[in-house]
Structure formats: structure tokens, C-alpha cells
């Protein structure tokens, strides 16, 4: 006999609800990922702003502390801008205009002799030649990418307003969403979720902002000394791509080496160099900016970073390292929950 089983009902329209909203959040992931970029953002300025809100004891409120702490900022990226971005854009348009004449020049090397070395460097000068030959036809499409993320530059103003409130509001949110629950396991559970994914984006977004500047400076410093062409603009590439996990350094390296043989430079200093400075920045300093809450097995963060890719192209590579360590907190939360829940029954 048919009958009405609530219990029945009740799940079914809990998953059409997750569904639904799955389904919005797939509609606004963009608004989303500016939100999230915010957020990231303000966990960057909370030392900062920590360290001032300290300095005014007083106040009752951290305004003041980040109001200056936002001046401090937009003044130092506005020297850097000036001292290295005016650098970074000549050396990329003196690359666009040498490019074609630096490929014609692999294309058709002088006459060499015919012993190992040779061969190796005409190997790569032909693998070179037609990846170049691939990028130039690609080009136009690159130019219209770069036209889109222009047109979005209204960001670089949203992002540090979005993070403001983020960092002023920050403790008012934590309550609303604590107020969901009444007082119990899970209200304590949720509070306990919420403190171990807040210490976490604070260790990995320092360590990456770490990362990435301890990149560029070691590349600027490097390259610097061997008189590398287009020095800063490489090192601003690496220390840029350092923020995508794994396939990020890994274009870098790329990119310097097809750069390096392109103008004529010796790859050997050069290749031992990237290969210890990888070493030290992946094994040694990392882990350690890291700390043991991000420490993923490097099969899930491929998984991971392949399936960002897919799913949601550079933004779900970029996220895809956070996101994982935090399912991995929730799991290791409810599991722990689950745990003392059983111990107290017995």
C-alpha cells in the first residue's frame, strides 16, 4: 500500500535544495570568485592591521588601524608599480618587437659542427622554433584574453573595498553565522570549523604572498648578476605564477628557458640554478611557511589542480589548494566529533 513517508520527503527536498543551490552558485561563480579574492586579500593585510590595531589601544573600533593599514599598502605598491612595473613594460614590448627576428635567428642557425653538443642544441633549437611558431599564430587569441582581463580592471578597486569590510566585519560575521545553531555539539563543532579554516587561509595566503616574493627576488637577483636579458620582466613572471599550485612553477621554468635560448644564453648556469632553487623553495621553505594544516599529498593537490583547471580554468587552479585543505578540516572535524560522541555513549 502506498503511502506519504515524511522521512522520505524530507531528504528529497533537502537534495533538491542542495541542488538549487549548487546550481546558483554555479550562476555566480564569477561575483563569487571576486568575493573570494577579497577575502584572500584581507587575510594578506590582517597582520598588518593587527600590528596597528594594537598600536591604538584605545579605539574601539579597527577603522583607524585599517585605514592606515589600506595607505601603507597603496603607497608601497604604488613605488613598486613605479620602480619595477615601468621596467617590466618596457623589457615585455623590446621582447614583442625582438621576437620574431630572435625565432627567424633559431630557425636558421649558423653552421655548426656535428658532435654531441650540437646536436643536442639543434634539437632544442627546433623544438623551440615550433613552439614559437605555435605561440605567434596564437597571439590574436592571447590579445583578446588580455582585452577581457582589461576590461576587468574595475576589480583592482572592488577587491580592496570587498576586503575592507572583510577585515572590519569579520568578527560580527563569525557570530551570525554561529547564530544559525542553538548551543550544543554541533554550534561547537561549526565554531571549531570555523577557527581551523580561518588559522588555515591565514597560513596559506602569507605563505604564498611569501613564496611568490622570495621568487621574484631571487630571480631578479639571479638573473641580474648572469645579465640575463629581460631580467625583471622574467622574475615577474615567475613570482606571478607562483600563486597557481605546481603548474605554475613549472610554466615559469618554461618560459625562462624558451626566453634564455631564444637571446642566446649559456641554459647550464641557468637550468642548475632553477632545479636548487626549486629544491629549497619546495621542500625546504614551503613546508615550513605551510605549516602541517596545508600539508597535502602531492596526488591530490595534481587532482586537484587538474580539476580546477577543468572545472573552473586558472580560478579553480588557484583554488583548488585551499579548497581541499579545508574539506579536509571539515572531514577531520566531523570524524574527531563522531569520535568523542561514540566514547561518551560507551
Given at each position: 500500500m502506498l503511502g506519504f513517508d515524511k522521512r522520505a520527503a524530507r531528504s528529497t527536498w533537502t537534495a533538491a535544495l542542495v541542488l538549487l543551490l549548487l546550481y546558483v552558485v554555479y550562476l555566480a561563480r564569477k561575483t563569487l570568485f571576486v568575493f573570494t579574492l577579497?577575502?584572500?586579500?584581507?587575510?594578506?593585510?590582517?597582520?598588518?592591521?593587527?600590528?596597528?590595531?594594537?598600536?591604538?589601544?584605545a579605539r574601539r573600533t579597527r577603522t583607524a588601524a585599517l585605514a592606515l593599514a589600506f595607505v601603507i599598502v597603496v603607497a608601497i605598491v604604488g613605488a613598486l608599480g613605479y620602480l619595477l612595473g615601468v621596467r617590466v613594460v618596457d623589457e615585455?614590448?623590446?621582447?614583442?618587437?625582438?621576437?620574431?627576428?630572435?625565432?627567424?635567428?633559431?630557425?636558421?642557425?649558423?653552421?655548426?659542427?656535428?658532435?654531441?653538443r650540437a646536436q643536442i642544441a639543434e634539437r632544442v633549437r627546433s623544438e623551440v622554433a615550433t613552439r614559437s611558431q605555435s605561440l605567434i599564430?596564437?597571439?590574436?587569441?592571447?590579445?583578446?584574453?588580455?582585452?577581457?582581463?582589461?576590461?576587468n580592471l574595475i576589480y583592482v578597486v572592488i577587491i580592496p573595498?570587498?576586503?575592507?569590510?572583510?577585515?572590519?566585519?569579520?568578527?560580527?560575521?563569525r557570530g551570525h553565522f554561529l547564530d544559525l545553531l542553538e548551543e550544543g555539539p554541533r554550534r561547537a563543532l561549526l565554531d571549531d570549523v570555523i577557527s581551523d579554516v580561518n588559522l588555515l587561509l591565514a597560513h596559506y595566503m602569507r605563505a604564498l604572498f611569501l613564496l611568490s616574493a622570495a621568487a621574484f627576488a631571487t630571480y631578479a637577483i639571479f638573473f641580474s648578476v648572469m645579465r640575463m636579458p629581460y631580467a625583471i620582466l622574467l622574475a615577474a613572471v615567475g613570482g606571478l605564477l607562483?600563486?597557481?599550485?605546481?603548474?605554475?612553477?613549472?610554466?615559469?621554468?618554461?618560459?625562462?628557458?624558451?626566453?634564455a635560448s631564444l637571446a642566446g644564453v649559456n641554459l647550464v648556469?641557468?637550468?642548475?640554478?632553477?632545479?636548487?632553487?626549486?629544491?629549497?623553495?619546495?621542500?625546504?621553505?614551503?613546508?615550513?611557511?605551510?605549516?602541517?594544516?596545508?600539508?597535502?599529498?602531492?596526488?591530490?593537490?595534481?587532482?586537484?589542480?587538474?580539476?580546477?583547471?577543468?572545472?573552473?580554468?586558472?580560478?579553480?587552479?588557484?583554488?583548488?589548494v585551499p579548497v581541499l585543505a579545508m574539506v579536509r578540516i571539515v572531514y577531520l572535524r566531523i570524524r574527531k566529533a563522531r569520535l568523542s560522541a561514540r566514547q561518551a555513549t560507551a
Open positions: 577579497a577575502l584572500l586579500f584581507a587575510y594578506v593585510l590582517a597582520p598588518l592591521v593587527n600590528l596597528l590595531d594594537r598600536i591604538f589601544p615585455a614590448s623590446v621582447l614583442a618587437l625582438r621576437f620574431p627576428t630572435m625565432v627567424e635567428s633559431w630557425q636558421h642557425p649558423p653552421p655548426s659542427d656535428h658532435s654531441m599564430s596564437e597571439l590574436p587569441q592571447y590579445g583578446l584574453q588580455l582585452l577581457g582581463v582589461a576590461s573595498v570587498l576586503a575592507f569590510f572583510f577585515l572590519k566585519d569579520a568578527t560580527t560575521m607562483e600563486f597557481i599550485p605546481m603548474l605554475g612553477p613549472v610554466t615559469a621554468i618554461a618560459l625562462i628557458l624558451i626566453v648556469p641557468i637550468v642548475v640554478f632553477v632545479v636548487l632553487f626549486r629544491v629549497i623553495q619546495d621542500y625546504v621553505v614551503s613546508p615550513h611557511l605551510m605549516g602541517r594544516g596545508v600539508q597535502l599529498h602531492p596526488l591530490l593537490v595534481l587532482f586537484g589542480v587538474f580539476a580546477g583547471a577543468e572545472i573552473a580554468g586558472i580560478q579553480g587552479t588557484f583554488l583548488s
